[in-house]
T-cell receptor, first 108, second 114 residues
Framework: DAKTTQPPSMDCAEGRAANLPCNHS???????VYWYRQIHSQGPQYIIH???NNETNEMASLIITEDRKSSTLILPHATLRDTAVYYC?????????FGEGTQLTVNP | NAGVTQTPKFQVLKTGQSMTLQCAQD?????MYWYRQDPGMGLRLIYY???????DKGEVPNGYNVSRLNKREFSLRLESAAPSQTSVYFC?????????????FGNGTRLTVT
C-alpha cells in the first residue's frame, strides 16, 4: 500500500472550515484514499473514502487531486467535538496501515 | 445493533500469564481485524481474517494467536504475556475487506502487563 504524509498537528477556529492535507505520491491506480478519525481513547471512526472523484457525505468532503497524489479532507464547519487525530490511509486490499495522523485541535 | 463489541474493557496481567481478548460483530461482515495502539502512535495491524476460515499475519504478529471462531467472532490470544504487550487493542470489521469497504471499530481493550 502507498505511504501517506500528513502534518503532525493543525489548529482551527470553531465554526470555520478545517482543511486537512494528505500526500500520497506513490498511490497506485486501484488504491482508495480513506479518512478515519480517533477521538481520545475511543476506537477510530470512519469518515469518508474515494478513488478518483471528489466525495461528500454528512460528515465531510474529500477532494482528490487529478493526479491522485494528494487529497484534502474538509470539515465544513468545525466544532469542538471534531478535535481528534485524523488518519489518511491508502489501500487496495484488506490491510489498512495507520500512520501517526494529524492532531486537529478546534479552538473556541 | 451493537456494532463491534470487545471484552474485557480493561485487563491487568502478570508477565507469563495468558488471556484471550474477545471480539464480536453483529453486522454480518466478512472481514475482521486486530490492531494494537501504543501511546502517541498510530494503529498497527496484528492479524486479520479476510473471511470466515482464514487468518493472516499483519505487521506485528509475534506473541499472538488468533481464532476466527465463526463469522461473528474473532479472538486474540496472548499465550505468555510480556510487558511489551501493554497496549490498547482494537478489533474491527468490514463487509468486504478494506479495499472499498470501511472498517468499523470497537472501543478497545486496555491491557497492562506488569
Amino acid at each position: 500500500d502507498a505511504k501517506t504524509t500528513q502534518p503532525p498537528s493543525m489548529d482551527c477556529a470553531e465554526g470555520r472550515a478545517a482543511n486537512l492535507p494528505c500526500n500520497h505520491s506513490t498511490i497506485s491506480g486501484n488504491e482508495y484514499v480513506y479518512w478515519y478519525r480517533q477521538i481520545h481513547s475511543q476506537g477510530p471512526q470512519y469518515i469518508i473514502h474515494g478513488l478518483k472523484n471528489n466525495e461528500t457525505n454528512e460528515m465531510a468532503s474529500l477532494i482528490i487531486t487529478e493526479d491522485r497524489k494528494s487529497s484534502t479532507l474538509i470539515l465544513p464547519h468545525a466544532t469542538l467535538r471534531d478535535t481528534a487525530v485524523y488518519y489518511c490511509i491508502v489501500t487496495s486490499g484488506s490491510r489498512l496501515t495507520f500512520g501517526e495522523g494529524t492532531q486537529l485541535t478546534v479552538n473556541p | 445493533n451493537a456494532g463491534v463489541t470487545q471484552t474485557p474493557k480493561f485487563q491487568v496481567l502478570k508477565t507469563g500469564q495468558s488471556m484471550t481478548l474477545q471480539c464480536a460483530q453483529d453486522m454480518n461482515h466478512n472481514s475482521m481485524y486486530w490492531y494494537r495502539q501504543d501511546p502517541g502512535m498510530g494503529l498497527r495491524l496484528i492479524y486479520y481474517s479476510a473471511s470466515e476460515g482464514t487468518t493472516d499475519k499483519g505487521e506485528v504478529p509475534n506473541g499472538y494467536n488468533v481464532s476466527r471462531l465463526n463469522k461473528r467472532e474473532f479472538s486474540l490470544r496472548l499465550e505468555s504475556a510480556a510487558p511489551s504487550q501493554t497496549s490498547v487493542y482494537f478489533c474491527a470489521s468490514s463487509e468486504l475487506g478494506g479495499y472499498n469497504s470501511p472498517l468499523h471499530f470497537g472501543n478497545g481493550t486496555r491491557l497492562t502487563v506488569t
